[in-house]
């Protein structure tokens, strides 16, 4: 069974820092793109970055506070700094065949980590 695990949520104030983690098992994932998405209450699932070979993606609003990186083909991170309170949402670690921006083009999901920042 194909299993992806997210952790490091939690709360935490603006300003501050959170590290999230994902390790996948069941398969490898050296040819897929694995990345993070988030829903807010009340709103669409949204691309937050994605990792595939050594290309990189960020969705604008992240862009210089959040890096991900991948130490292996089954384990990514997002190392989010300067966190702001629209950054608040539950954190879906994701890998699909081809990555891109649309939740539907993955198959593979985590079961999501809380991130409340606080003003």
């Known amino acids: 069974q194909v299993q992806l695990v997210e952790s490091g949520g939690g709360l935490v104030q603006a300003g501050g820092s959170l590290r999230l983690s994902c390790a996948a098992s069941?398969?490898?994932?050296?040819?897929?793109?694995m990345g993070w998405f988030r829903q807010a209450p009340g709103k669409e699932r949204e691309f937050v970055a994605i990792?595939?070979?050594?290309?990189i993606y960020y969705t604008d609003s992240v862009k210089g506070r959040f890096t991900i990186s991948r130490a292996n083909a089954n384990t990514v991170s997002l190392q989010m700094n300067n966190v702001k309170p629209e950054d608040t949402a539950d954190y879906y670690c994701?890998?699909?065949?081809?990555?891109?921006?649309?939740?539907?083009?993955?198959?593979?999901w985590g079961q999501g980590t809380q991130v409340t920042v606080s003003s």
């Open positions: 069941g398969r490898t994932f050296n040819d897929y793109a």
């Open positions: 994701a890998a699909g065949p081809t990555g891109g921006l649309i939740p539907r083009l993955y198959n593979y």
């Open positions: 990792v595939r070979y050594n290309n």
